[in-house]
């Protein structure tokens, strides 16, 4: 087995696009590397929310091991959390892996959470504005993304396009100036050297992934998951804000779509986005970070990574 300390490397990080095997490939290198994974997915820290975000603790077993994990069923749906929490939250994790000598691995497809993290973003707390939020939750995606790009083309390039809650909460960050100017980049102290891996496929193998997925999703009960969320005192705006599962469900049983129209919608909505991903993972390899792209995510490609020479 390959040990944790035969490098040097103090932060592995596995992305990729949706459908792709993230997580599948990240519990094979904690094991063989003596890891633990730290989640990068901004909507698996929402307890209740499992079939919808792809969240399946099962994953984490291999051979009848169980690899730690971190950042998950951890907030309710009603609470807010957002990119700033999730550094303090890595932060703290990050130092306590350490403490044990194990590798920490951030896994997850959240491309900005794991923006901020390589490049050490500073995000000044900004308090919620409840009258603004009003206001934009009542725009289509269309138009905040419009407004959102009339404020900062530069904030639009870097964010996710996935959630009305995440485009939201960046029009307010960006909307109040003061706090926006004390927004820099700096000097990352914590992590020195981290090793990036991405997981590719062919285009038209994501595709057919994707597709698969759904269905199986929707077999599973996807749709039934949000009726009880629903009954939890979820409402309807906030389900809207929740991903694109979570948003077209919503329209059926609001009567909006029928069956058929959702999951050709919710098909194709996905589909766009794992574009859109890799188009963000592509700028993040243009801001100077090095991605190691790992063809269908082999284990044996990433570990040659590793081994010694």
Same mark, same amino acid.
């Given at each position: 087995?390959?040990?944790?300390?035969?490098?040097?490397?103090? =932060?592995?990080?596995?992305?990729?696009?949706? !459908?792709? $095997?993230?997580?599948?490939? !990240?519990?094979?290198? !904690?094991?063989?590397?003596?890891?633990?994974?730290?989640?990068?997915?901004?909507?698996?820290?929402?307890?209740?929310?499992?079939?919808?975000?792809?969240?399946?603790?099962?994953?984490?077993?291999?051979?009848?091991?169980?690899?730690?994990?971190?950042?998950? *069923? &951890?907030?309710?749906?009603?609470?807010?959390?957002?990119?700033?929490?999730?550094?303090?939250?890595?932060?703290?994790?990050?130092?306590? &892996? #350490?403490?044990?000598?194990?590798?920490?691995?951030?896994?997850?497809?959240?491309?900005?959470?794991?923006?901020?993290?390589?490049? *050490?973003?500073? =995000?000044?707390?900004?308090?919620?504005?409840?009258?603004?939020?009003?206001? =934009?939750?009542?725009?289509? %995606?269309?138009?905040?993304?419009?407004?959102?790009?009339?404020?900062?083309?530069?904030?639009?390039?870097?964010?996710?396009?996935?959630?009305?809650?995440?485009? &939201?909460?960046?029009?307010?960050?960006?909307?109040?100036?003061?706090?926006?100017?004390?927004?820099?980049?700096?000097?990352?102290?914590?992590?020195?050297?981290? &090793?990036? =891996?991405?997981?590719?496929?062919?285009?038209?193998?994501?595709?057919?992934?994707?597709?698969?997925?759904?269905?199986?999703?929707?077999?599973?009960?996807?749709?039934?998951?949000?009726?009880?969320?629903?009954?939890? $005192?979820?409402? #309807?705006?906030?389900?809207?804000?929740? $991903?694109?599962?979570?948003?077209?469900?919503?329209?059926?049983?609001?009567?909006?779509?029928?069956?058929?129209? %959702?999951?050709?919608?919710?098909?194709?909505?996905? #589909?766009?986005? !794992?574009?859109?991903? %890799?188009?963000?993972?592509?700028?993040?390899?243009?801001?100077?970070?090095?991605?190691?792209?790992?063809?269908?995510?082999?284990?044996?490609?990433?570990?040659?990574?590793?081994?010694?020479?």
């Amino acid at each position: 087995m390959i040990k944790s300390y035969y490098t040097d490397h103090d =932060l592995l990080v596995v992305l990729g696009p949706t !459908a792709t $095997g993230k997580t599948r490939l !990240a519990v094979q290198l !904690a094991n063989e590397l003596e890891g633990e994974i730290i989640s990068a997915d901004s909507r698996q820290v929402y307890r209740g929310m499992d079939i919808g975000t792809g969240k399946d603790q099962n994953e984490y077993k291999l051979k009848g091991k169980t690899i730690s994990y971190h950042l998950i *069923d &951890i907030a309710d749906p009603q609470e807010e959390y957002n990119v700033f929490q999730f550094q303090k939250d890595f932060q703290k994790i990050f130092l306590n &892996i #350490h403490k044990y000598e194990k590798l920490p691995i951030l896994c997850g497809g959240t491309g900005f959470y794991i923006k901020a993290i390589l490049m *050490d973003f500073h =995000l000044p707390p900004v308090s919620p504005d409840k009258k603004l939020r009003k206001e =934009l939750e009542n725009w289509k %995606m269309d138009d905040l993304i419009l407004e959102l790009e009339s404020i900062s083309s530069s904030e639009l390039k870097n964010s996710s396009l996935e959630t009305k809650r995440r485009i &939201i909460r960046t029009i307010e960050v960006e909307r109040n100036s003061e706090k926006k100017q004390q927004r820099k980049r700096r000097i990352n102290l914590k992590i020195q050297n981290p &090793i990036v =891996l991405g997981i590719e496929y062919p285009r038209e193998i994501i595709r057919e992934r994707i597709t698969k997925r759904l269905h199986e999703r929707l077999d599973q009960g996807m749709v039934h998951e949000v009726e009880i969320l629903i009954d939890r $005192g979820i409402t #309807h705006e906030q389900l809207d804000r929740f $991903g694109l599962e979570y948003r077209f469900i919503n329209r059926y049983l609001l009567g909006q779509l029928t069956k058929n129209e %959702m999951v050709e919608k919710l098909n194709t909505a996905i #589909h766009q986005f !794992a574009k859109r991903q %890799m188009t963000f993972f592509r700028n993040i390899e243009k801001n100077g970070i090095r991605i190691h792209w790992i063809p269908e995510g082999n284990l044996n490609s990433a570990l040659d990574l590793f081994r010694l020479k």
